[in-house]
């Protein structure tokens, strides 16, 4: 009888602990891992968190000129991988967590970057903002002794594996007259 | 009693035994044919006394043109795992089973025999454990050679070939799942009984094969295994993530920071809480009583509050990576986090015993759900189950990890073996989690919380083992080359637990089937396939999503 | 058959019932501290099931379609046998075939299980009528003592004179313990222990055949939980006469309702569900009380109660 009466006295004591959602909601405390935004004006392109995300709910199309990034917030998981490999800080976590939709459009957020030309083949490789990071991150250093860094920086992968590979033969071919 | 198991296997078997070597502090390899496979493990675990943690087998064929066969035992009481391991060459592919002597290697050897095509030769009953009904019987997904986005057909008809007492068709075939509303998971029991008494089991599981291991083994990276091991499970994720990292650690012999494993202790005994006084509610559930449920998990919310200020989400806290933890946990967050728990205790200690003193509610689990402590030895039941039975296993305290060495705990054991003495275990566990909680928030040291790993070695067996709400959880992988496992296994705690509920069911009624099942505290996942037995004619059938609006469930 | 009192009854039984159901909710909710559902939960539930589409099983029958139907007549024909808030009854002798509704309608549930051609319907079916052959006898002995202390079998709230206090406190408690197994609800919902056996008979009904079901228990309940109004009027209302009468009707129409949610929704939220041996001690024990309370009634005039 006596596990009766306290369990009478918890039920009338304690008194109401839910909430009448949605008119009244629970605050989110600080540092909720809510819905992930990506800062437009911030994002350079450069595909890390793209490359971390373990359910790829960020996924990147590239065509020509076009560079889009796409985050399915219905395969997020809200790890927080993304914010933490995001060179710029793009990538931040808001402490919205009613994410519920009928469509599946709704969940879907897109962001399109512009790519640049290969000065030396002319296929689009990287995308103009991660160029620019890329420059603004080196000022004036360059380690091609007749090139600008711009100039060398604008070339892509292949054509970069072409000149390093005439750049160290003529170096090597410099020193072995010279000796 | 300190002895040297290994040494006492190789004296007992100087010839079986072709090679010893030490893999890391407490874990050894004992290397040795196939064929002597049953003498040894049945030597090792029912004479010896060591717990079976898990059975993995490995596809080589690339490298080493040969199939990996590694039984995994552990003695707590000594502090030592023990694995053996022998090989099953390419174009022989399998294997003395162990079976018939250690029952509890039943699910591990089904489960490599369809998932890479190892037959264990002498196993009482070779049937599908995971895959589909309908999946073909030479495909086998876990080998090298298996494309993870393989199409497989599927069939029309397909049958699971259920096991059923002598005197069957006397009785009423009632299927308890896939879907019920007790057990919350898919998972399918099927009785025999006779009016209210049960008088068969059997059981199908798989019903949530995800193929987690696969997905691990080609797609996924070092980095972000961790986030699919949490959610291997919802409500023991934290102890998944835990297990992977210090497999991993092991293997590339590193340690976490000082104050991260404080912080990984936080989260586990966090999460310990959680899930017992999830477990509190759903049992009181199942035998009806809603209050409880109501009441365990209003106090239940104060703990997932508190996860969601520390970690940033109530479940699947994300905190717990190889090197360390994710994030810090603040001072002013700490000093919050100490008044919680403390509120935490006082709530539970009063609910906890006005709940106890129930005479309703004691009345149903008292006697029900009898599991002998033989059966439980026999069967390497883990956690709250072989507890409550009277095995003391704890590997917090037997194997310590992270903080505990550091830490004042005790174990509570129960000799009683029905679901009264699981109650109490899983009751009293909670109540010395919240005191592990509060020393370590009051005691926590300073420091960093993350050491990045630079290099991991490719090729070095690795097992870490986490004592789970449910039991011991073993995570075994072998470290790979390109950023990622060669071989990953996990073994849940229920995964060894499930097959101990056949002897737990027979001749107990139906009403206490519900609370029975649930004493085992399972922790399936979810799939959707229901089968149908027409009781006239013993044939069974899958039933499609359209059908099913005219069937009877 | 007096019409205006068998209008009105049915009319508030429909309006009232679920309301009823939504009382007990909400009290079940705020013990456990929770908001809980608004008190008209139950009417939403039911039109909502109304809307839905009818689906049977194949293994169900012409019994399958009956049985709701049968449910909801047999609990609206209760209100024809008694009084609610008028002083007069609808039927005059009404008592016995309000206890034989009582009986009868006990069963469809039961009927109901095997009609299903579930085997967790047949399980749930089997438990009711085993339970139901322990708690019928009780719930008839306490009811027909009543009738005797009264001296008549007509269920209104008339002046009866005199009235035997002990037999019929005995009869009052074997009634309201009797009363919570009738309302099905916990600690003495085995026939449909939603986490035994999947909700027993009520497994493979949905829709509107759900809906039907649902309202016919509601006014079920209603009905009996409308009887205790009846044995405070035997107490209180003797003497009373003129306009007064007609409020006090009212209100202690009121009271019982009220006074019996509570009784059921304390017994849900503090106890846990009884198996059937345990639930059969139980009722045993209310079948010796009322049983005494039977012949202590028929006795009263001589013992000279």
Known sequence: MSGIIKLLRLGIEKGRVTYRYPSERKPAPEGLRGRPEIGFDTCIGCGACVRVCPPNALTVEEQEESWKLRLFYGRCIMCGLCEEVCPVDAVHFSEEYELASTTKEALEVELQLRRVKCVSCGAYFTTERALNYTLSEYGELSYDLDKSLKETVSLCPECKKTRWGDASADAYRRIKDEQ | ???????????????????????????????????????????????????????????????????????????????????????????????????????????????????????????????????????????????????????????????????????????????????????????????????????????????????????????????????????????????????????????????????????????????????????????????????????????????????????????????????????????????????????????????????????????????????????????????????????????RRDFPYEAYGSLEFKTPVEPGGDVLARTLIRANDTLESIKIMRQVLEGIPGGSVHKPIDYIPPDVTSVGLVEGPRGTDAHYLITGRDNTVYRWRVRAPTYANLPAAKLMLEGETLADASIIIGSIDPCISCAERIVIVNMKSGVEKVVSGEDLGRRPI | MNILPLVVNLTLAILIAPLLD??????????????????????????????????????????????????????????????????????????????????????????????????????????????????????????????????????????????????????????????????????FDLAEAESEITGGPLIEFSGPSLATLKLGQYLRNLALCSIPALYISVLILPGLEGVGYSVIVLIVYLVSLILCTLMLSLAESLNARFRLLEASRFYGFVLILSAFSLILAYLAPTLGL
């Not at chain 2, 919350?184 to 009984?193: G, S, T």
């Not at chain 3, 939504?22 to 009417?43: E, H, M």
């Not at chain 3, 009711?128 to 007509?154: D, H, K, N, Y």
Request: glycine share 8%; aromatic share 8%; proline share 5%.
């Open chain 2, 1 to 395: 009693m300190e002895r040297n198991i290994v040494e006492e296997i190789r004296g007992r078997f100087p010839k079986e035994v072709t090679a010893t070597s030490n893999l890391r502090g407490d874990i050894w390899l004992v290397e040795l044919r196939k064929e002597h496979l049953p003498a040894v493990i049945e030597y090792a675990h029912n004479t010896l006394g060591g717990n079976l943690l898990t059975m993995v087998a490995t596809d080589r064929v690339d490298t080493e043109d040969d199939y990996l066969i590694d039984y995994v035992l552990g003695w707590y009481r000594q502090g030592q795992i023990i694995v053996f391991r022998t090989t099953a060459r390419r174009g022989d592919e399998s294997f003395t089973s162990v079976t018939p002597m250690v029952p509890c290697a039943d699910w591990y050897e089904r489960e490599t025999k369809e998932q890479l095509g190892l037959m264990p030769v002498g196993h009482p009953n070779p049937r599908k454990l995971l895959m589909a009904d309908d999946w073909p019987d030479d495909v086998f997904p876990m080998r090298k050679g298996f494309k993870l986005d393989t199409q497989i057909p599927t069939k029309e008809r397909s049958s699971f070939p259920f096991e059923a007492p002598e005197d069957a068709p006397m009785f009423n075939v009632i299927p308890y799942g896939p879907y019920h509303f007790a057990i919350h998971e898919p998972i399918y029991f099927r009785f025999h009984a006779d009016g209210e008494r049960i008088r068969g089991v059997d059981l199908r599981a798989g019903f949530n094969y995800r193929g987690l291991e696969k997905i691990a083994e080609t797609r996924l990276t070092y980095e972000t295994i961790p986030f699919m091991a949490e959610r291997v499970c919802g409500i023991c994720g934290s102890a998944h993530a835990e297990a992977y990292s210090r497999a991993l650690e092991g293997a590339a012999s590193i340690e976490p920071p000082e104050r991260a494993k404080w912080i990984r202790v936080a989260m586990l005994e966090m999460e310990r809480i959680h899930s017992h006084l999830l477990w509190l509610g759903v049992a009181s559930h199942m035998v009806g009583f809603d209050t409880g449920l109501m009441q365990f998990w209003r106090v239940r919310d104060k703990v997932m509050s508190l996860a969601e200020l520390l970690t940033g989400n109530r479940k699947l806290y994300g905190m717990i990576v190889p090197g360390g933890v994710r994030r810090d946990i603040r001072e002013d967050k700490r000093k919050v986090a100490l008044k919680v728990v403390q509120e935490v205790q006082t709530e539970y200690e009063e609910l906890l015993s006005a709940v106890l003193d129930l005479d309703t509610l004691k009345r149903r689990i008292s006697g029900v759900g009898h599991l002998s402590n033989e059966e439980a030895r026999r069967h390497s039941v883990t956690g709250p189950m072989a507890r409550g039975s009277g095995v003391d296993m704890d590997v």
């Open chain 3, 22 to 187: 939504g009382l007990r909710r909400k009290i079940t909710a705020r013990l456990q501290n929770r908001v809980g559902p608004p008190v008209t939960q139950s009417w939403h539930d039911v039109l909502k099931l109304f809307s839905k589409e009818v689906i049977l099983p194949e293994a169900g029958g012409i019994l399958f379609v009956m049985v709701p139907v049968l449910t909801l007549v047999l609990s609206l024909a209760m209100f024809a046998t008694m009084s609610t808030v008028t002083a007069q009854a609808p039927m005059v002798e009404g008592g016995i075939i309000f206890i034989e509704l009582v009986v009868l309608s006990a069963f469809t549930f039961a009927i109901a299980g095997s009609a299903s051609g579930n085997p967790y319907g047949v399980v749930g079916g089997s438990r009711e009528v085993i339970l139901a052959t322990i708690v019928e006898p009780s719930m008839i002995a306490s009811l027909v003592s009543f009738v005797m202390l009264r001296g008549s079998t007509t269920l209104d709230y008339s002046a009866r004179g005199y009235v035997s206090l002990i037999p019929l406190l005995m009869s009052g408690l074997a009634y309201l313990l009797c009363l919570l197994a009738e309302s099905g609800r916990t600690p």
